[in-house]
Nanobody, 122 residues
Framework: QVQLVESGGGLAQAGGSLRCSCA??????????MGWFRQAPGKEREFVAV????????FYADSVKGRFTISRDNAKNTVYLQMNSLKPEDTAVYYC???????????????WGQGTQVTVSS
């Protein structure tokens, strides 16, 4: 069992930066791939980024590539999403998720956090 708690969202101006964190409980954190997803009002949840259990492999949605960076610290049971050059269209609730497989499909993840709001003003 893994419990996930996101933090670090907030309000930023377009062009600014924010960093979201996701703290995990449980001793098996390092065995999971970790993903970030987001959901804007009236839209489906969409993939943002994923990182492999070792941290070596990462993959990004085209919409955030070059602006967002996913990383993890297995010693701290934490995964991060550094968001730079933010745009108003990045406004959404951001969720972290843990899964056994390195994938983009939200259905492939076993555990989810409660989400953290990110709002980008123009």
């Amino acid at each position: 069992q893994v419990q996930l708690v996101e933090s670090g969202g907030g309000l930023a101006q377009a062009g600014g930066s924010l960093r979201c964190s996701c703290a995990a409980s449980g001793r098996t954190f390092s065995s999971y791939a970790m993903g970030w997803f987001r959901q804007a009002p009236g839209k489906e949840r969409e993939f943002v980024a994923v990182i492999s259990w070792s941290g070596v492999g990462t993959f990004y949605a085209d919409s955030v590539k070059g602006r967002f960076t996913i990383s993890r610290d297995n010693a701290k049971n934490t995964v991060y999403l550094q968001m730079n050059s933010l745009k108003p269209e990045d406004t959404a609730v951001y969720y972290c998720a843990a899964g056994s497989n390195y994938r983009r499909d939200p259905g492939g993840y076993d555990y989810w956090g409660q989400g953290t709001q990110v709002t980008v003003s123009s």
